[in-house]
C-alpha cells in the first residue's frame, strides 16, 4: 500500500481535480466551493481508476470523496456501483447526499437494508439501477435468494470498515467480496486503521494509494472537551445541570439500549423534549427521531454507539458521553458527531472513578490529556416516572372458553392486488434528457422465469410427470437393482 505524496494542483476549489464541467456547476450550485482535505486528496486518485484507503476522522466529507468520482466513471460506462455501510441511516444519508449531486446526470439508486420488506427493494433492483446502495447482512440475504446479482459492479465501496469488522461483518464481507468481480475499482474508508483493515486492503485490493488525512485516534480540530468525575448515581444529576447550561441541540450517547431508554425518561421529566436511537428502535422510529432531531422538534437525542455511525446533523452543539465507552476509538467516533465541517463543538465525558482506566486508553489514543472540570452544584434527585405493566393477551375467556377463532383473510393469488406498486427506495429523473450529458436510459431487466412446471415449460423443458407410486430409498452402495436395493 503506497501512500499518497498528498502533491495537489495549485487551483482553488475543485477545479484542477479531474473533475467534468457539468460536475463542477452541480457543485458551485450546490455551494460547495472548497473541498475537504480527504476530498482534495482522494478525488483525484479515484477519477483514475486506482484502489484507494482514505483514513480520515468522522465528518470530514468522505461521502463527496468517493461519490463524485463514482457517478463520474459510472456515467461513461455501463457497469454498477456498490456501496457497503454499517447502518441502515447511514445507508440513508449516502443514498440522500448521492442524489443531491446525481439528480441532474439522471442517477438512480437501489437502498438494500434491514428492517423493510423484500419486495420494494426487488422492485428497485429489476430498475437495473446505477449504484446499489446495502448494508452487509441485507445483502447477504439478496444473494441467497439470488434477487441481486454483482456481476456487474464495476466500483465498489466500504464505508466504515473499521465500524462493520467491529460489528462483526467480517465473514459477510468476505462472501461479498467473493461475489464481485475480479477486475473492478475498490476504495476502503475507515476513520482508525487497525491491523485487520490493512489486511482487508491486502487481501482484496489492487496496490491502493493510501490517503491518511491525519493519524489514528486524531479527535475534530475545533472540539473542546471536557471531563467531570462523578458517582454512578449522580450522573443523572450532573445531565440535568449539564442541559440547563446549554441550551443548543445535545446528543447524549449511552453503552446500551436499556440505558438509552431511561436516559430518555429522564430527559423528560426534566423538561426537554428528547427521542431514542438504538438497535430496538425500528427503522421508521429511527427516521422519526433523526428527522425530529435535524428540524429541532427533539432537542436531545439519546443513542448507543452502534446506532451512532448514522448521525449525519450538522449543528450539535454538545455531545455528552454519558457512559464512557469500552473501546478508545468509539470516543472518537463520539465527540466527532460535533465540529463537522469545519464548525464549532463541545464534548463533555461523565466518569466514575472506577473508570479511570478508560479515560487513560482514550488519553493514550488521542495523545493528549481530557481537562478535568470540578464538578458544580447539583440539583436536587428526581424519580424517575414509572413504566406502565405489560399486557398479555388473555389465553381464555371470562367464562373458561377460548375466545372465538378470528376469521381468516381472504388469499390473494399474484397479480389480484390490482393498483398495487411497490414503493421501493429507487429513484430517478422523470423526462428525457440531453444527448451525452449524465446517465443513459436503461432497460430493466428481463424478469427470469419462476421455477416449476411452469417455469420449465416456459424454458423449453418438459415438466416432470409423477407415476403416482410412492418414492423409493437406496440402501446401500449397489446399484437399483443390486441384492441390497428394495424399496420402502
Known amino acids: 500500500m503506497s501512500p499518497h505524496s498528498g502533491n495537489t494542483p495549485a487551483e482553488t476549489g475543485f477545479h484542477g481535480l479531474g473533475i467534468a464541467p457539468a460536475f463542477l456547476e452541480i457543485l458551485a450550485r450546490m455551494q460547495f466551493v472548497q473541498p475537504t482535505p480527504i476530498q482534495r486528496q482522494s478525488i483525484p486518485v479515484a477519477i483514475q481508476g486506482k484502489d484507494v484507503v482514505g483514513i480520515a476522522q468522522t465528518g470530514t466529507g468522505k461521502t463527496l470523496a468517493f461519490g463524485i468520482p463514482m457517478i463520474q466513471r459510472l456515467a461513461q460506462s455501463k457497469g454498477q456501483g456498490l456501496v457497503v455501510l454499517p447502518t441502515r441511516e447511514l445507508a440513508l444519508q449516502v443514498d440522500e447526499m448521492l442524489h443531491r449531486v446525481g439528480d441532474g446526470l439522471g442517477l438512480r439508486t437501489a437502498v438494500l437494508i434491514g428492517g423493510m420488506s423484500l419486495g420494494p427493494q426487488v422492485a428497485a ?139 430518555a425518561r429522564a430527559v423528560r421529566t426534566m423538561g426537554h423534549t428528547s427521542a431514542e436511537l438504538h438497535a430496538n428502535r425500528s427503522l421508521n422510529q429511527r427516521r422519526e427521531a433523526l428527522d425530529g432531531f435535524k428540524t429541532g422538534k427533539y432537542r436531545v437525542l439519546i443513542a448507543t454507539d452502534i446506532a451512532s455511525r448514522g448521525i449525519d446533523v450538522t449543528g450539535i452543539e454538545l455531545v455528552i458521553n454519558y457512559d464512557v465507552p469500552t473501546n478508545a476509538e468509539d470516543y472518537v467516533h463520539r465527540i466527532g458527531r460535533t465540529a463537522r465541517a469545519g464548525a464549532g463543538g463541545h464534548a463533555i465525558t461523565l466518569a466514575t472513578p472506577e473508570e479511570r482506566g478508560a479515560v487513560r486508553d482514550i488519553e493514550r489514543l488521542t495523545r493528549k490529556a481530557l481537562p478535568i472540570s470540578a464538578v458544580p452544584e447539583l440539583p436536587p434527585a428526581r424519580a424517575l416516572p414509572q413504566l406502565p405493566p405489560r399486557q398479555f393477551p388473555q389465553r381464555r375467556g371470562q367464562q373458561g372458553r377460548r375466545p372465538p377463532v378470528r376469521p381468516a383473510s381472504p388469499k390473494f393469488q399474484r397479480g389480484e392486488q390490482a393498483g398495487y406498486r411497490p414503493q421501493g ?59 441390497m436395493y428394495r424399496p420402502w
Open 425 to 483: 427506495f429507487s429513484r430517478g429523473p422523470n423526462g428525457p434528457r440531453p444527448q451525452g450529458q449524465g446517465f443513459q436510459p436503461r432497460e430493466p431487466r428481463p424478469a427470469r422465469p419462476a421455477g416449476g412446471p411452469q417455469g420449465q415449460q416456459e424454458r423449453g423443458a418438459q415438466p416432470r410427470r409423477h407415476s403416482g407410486q410412492p418414492p423409493q430409498k437406496r440402501r446401500g452402495r449397489f446399484p437399483p437393482d443390486g441384492p
Open 125 to 263: 433492483i429489476r430498475q437495473n439501477p446505477h449504484i446499489v446502495i446495502a448494508t452487509p447482512g441485507r445483502l447477504i440475504d439478496h444473494l441467497n435468494q439470488k434477487t441481486v446479482l454483482l456481476d456487474r459492479v464495476q466500483i465498489a465501496v466500504l464505508d466504515e470498515a473499521d465500524r462493520m469488522l467491529d460489528m462483526g461483518f467480517a465473514p459477510q464481507i468476505q462472501r461479498i467480496f467473493q461475489t464481485l468481480p475480479r477486475e473492478r475499482q475498490t476504495m476502503l474508508f475507515s476513520a482508525t486503521m487497525p491491523p485487520e483493515i490493512t489486511a482487508m486492503a491486502t487481501r482484496y485490493m489492487k496496490l491502493p494509494i493510501r490517503v491518511e488525512i491525519a493519524p489514528p485516534g486524531t479527535t475534530a480540530e475545533r472540539v473542546s472537551q471536557e471531563l467531570f468525575i462523578v458517582q454512578r448515581d449522580k450522573k443523572l444529576q450532573m445531565l440535568e445541570r449539564l442541559l440547563t447550561d446549554y441550551q443548543g441541540s445535545t446528543l447524549v450517547f449511552s453503552r446500551t439500549k436499556h440505558g438509552a431508554r431511561k436516559i
